[in-house]
């Protein structure tokens, strides 16, 4: 019997399609539809919401710092007063959801309490040392030194809460921290005539510390929606928002009391120019603009991560320094122009780096 000869043809392998523009882009539509439908409507409302309070708020509020110490202010205390005197604003958000939304206040523990006590004082230093950037700087220089706060957030947020560090990060950190460095190397090109050069160091060196500090408040901010709040529901922001401020506000104020700064202020209203009223106006403005912001960026970091409220907390920065330029007419050097496309360069690097983790990783 003669054996049949088989013969076997290997099977064409799969070529595969090469990256096009086009496949790329829907790649990445997909992964977005994917991403989006993975939550409720709700989550991205707020989101939304909170990430446009933080762009839109923290730049306001910087400029009216920088326009508080222009036009006749002296206090460091006031400033960083007001950046936590609007702590009943959330609050007027929590009570009605309490009753008509069903919702009940999270039991204060010890360790709850403790939380927002640390918290609370390290958010009156923060401010204190910002304000101290904001009266020796201007608005634009002050607001480049604070992207600085990406580094800061991505380390501590590596330390505490275990996002992880990649390339992209590492580039970014060693980009930013060059563009930093361009800025001391120019100072005497956007240094006030009445700041002195120490002044101008001492400025400099508050704002870092300021912006180290609030990448720390960023990362236990998480640490304790982690491990002590949950992410049960939106109320929780509030109440942390609430309570943080709360306590910034008294260690604040015993600061106020103990400079004898409340009397100060009937002084600078009636030396302010444009008078009292343009003096409350900025104060006012002050309180609402600090609260807004800094609720927008606690509710990134309960609804996202550290990772994010760092990203948008940087993107604020070119936001501040244009806006700077153009209506408080901020001197704006070859240089400086230098470090904030440098300083773009790192925020760009740093998000690219951070989608593509987050896509390999789903």
Not at 82 to 98: F, H, K, T
Not at 284 to 306: D, K, M, P
Not at 311 to 317: A, E, G, K, P, Y
Request: proline share 4%; charged share 10%; glycine share 6%.
């Amino acid at each position: 019997m003669q054996e049949a000869l088989i013969i076997s043809v290997p099977m064409e392998e799969a070529v595969p399609k090469p990256k096009t523009f086009w496949n790329k882009l829907t790649a990445l539509t997909t992964a977005a539809s994917n991403t989006y439908k993975s939550k409720p409507v709700s989550h991205w409302t707020l989101l939304t919401l909170s990430s446009i309070s933080m762009l839109v708020a923290f730049p306001a509020s910087s400029l009216l710092s920088r326009v508080y110490y222009s036009n006749g202010g002296t206090s460091k205390w006031i400033i960083s007063w007001v950046a936590v005197a609007g702590w009943p604003i959330p609050l007027l958000v929590l009570i009605p959801s309490y009753f008509f939304l069903g919702l009940f206040p999270t039991p204060l523990t010890l360790k709850l309490v403790l939380s927002y006590i640390g918290l609370g004082f390290l958010t009156a230093a923060d401010n204190l040392m910002y304000a101290y950037g904001y009266a020796y700087l201007p608005a634009s220089t002050a607001s480049l030194l604070g992207s600085t706060s990406l580094i800061f957030s991505a380390f501590f947020g590596y330390l505490l809460v275990k996002n992880k560090v990649n390339a992209s990060t590492i580039n970014a950190v060693v980009v930013i921290t060059c563009a930093m460095a361009i800025i001391a190397l120019d100072s005497n090109s956007d240094r006030y005539g009445y700041v002195t050069k120490s002044q101008y160091a001492m400025g400099f060196v508050w704002n870092i510390l300021g912006s180290l500090l609030h990448g720390l408040i960023f990362a236990l901010s998480e640490l304790v929606f982690i491990k002590l709040l949950g992410r049960r529901s939106f109320h929780v922001v509030l109440e942390q928002q609430v309570m943080v401020s709360l306590f910034g506000f008294l260690f604040t104020t015993i600061g106020l009391l103990v400079n004898n700064d409340f009397q100060e202020m009937a002084y600078e209203a009636k030396v302010f120019e444009g008078g009292k009223s343009s003096y409350l106006s900025v104060l006012i403005w002050s309180v609402i603009t600090f609260q807004l912001g800094i609720l927008g960026g606690t509710a990134v970091v309960f609804l996202a991560s550290t990772v994010l409220a760092g990203v948008l907390n940087s993107i604020r920065v070119p936001l501040t320094s244009i806006a700077a330029v153009l209506i408080l007419h901020d001197p704006m050097s070859g240089f400086k122009i230098l470090s904030l496309v440098i300083t773009f360069w790192g925020f760009s690097s740093y998000i690219y780096g951070n989608y593509s983790q987050s896509k390999d990783s789903s």
